[in-house]
């Protein structure tokens, strides 16, 4: 097992402040990666009953993955991306993110985590009805300090087939175009890893199929891609499929049969 020499400290990470500090190359193994959860717990207490929502998780992710995290509502798939996206502590166990032990880690280092780390692709999209599509996408750059964030919005809108939609406000945009405008929000951050709660939830199955082709090839780029979904469909296109039930991972591997092309999928 290969671990990570001397990660970035949470000291560290704290100086950095706004500045984009730089991240460790991943080396190859099962720690020191972009995503490292170990013995991870995350329990709720109810009244007088305990809700295990994660339950000893030990999942490693590199830098270059399509995972996909498939599991029926109540699985703890919500609860994984948030305890990754620095929105939830652990109740026992680690985690550590792009080499930083944030397990327990203040707000200003989960504050600069999700800035500069970590990027959030919402199946309700969460883009501001107010501002225009080029708008919603330079606010992720200049939340994540970029330069020239107006022209960055403008290149990542035209990467993502929207050039011409930049200046629509998103009540004048598609569902689909609205989706794409949250991943070109993401993207504009240059953040290394997409965390996507069902992008494709609502929207139907031709515009889903190039939200899936656009998170692809993320993956290919060099960005770490998590999924979360309970459509088993959509897991084919992953490099790698985590099932979880009751917050354990019940099994982690590629999808059955091999990864399909995103253009076979249905649903």
Partial sequence: MTTASGPPSLEMAGRAGSRRWALPAPPSGSQGTRIDLD????????????VKALDDVNLHVDHREFVVVLGASGSGKTTLLNMVGALDSATSGTVRIAGIDI????????????RHTVSFIFQSFNIFPALTAVENVQFGADAAGRESPRDLA???????????RADHF??????????RVAIARALATGNPILLADEPTGELDFHTGVQILELLREQAEAGKTVLVV???REISRVADRVIELSSGQIVSDGPPRGGRAAVRDVRW
């Fill in 39 to 50: 013995d991870l717990c995350r329990y709720y207490d109810i009244g007088a009953t305990v």
């Fill in 103 to 114: 397990t327990h880690a203040g707000r200003d280092i989960r504050r600069e985590i999700r």
């Fill in 154 to 164: 403008q290149q990542v809108l035209e990467e993502v087939g929207l050039a011409d």
């Fill in 170 to 179: 998103p009540h004048q945009l598609s569902g689909g175009e609205q989706q």
């Fill in 229 to 231: 979904t309970h459509n």
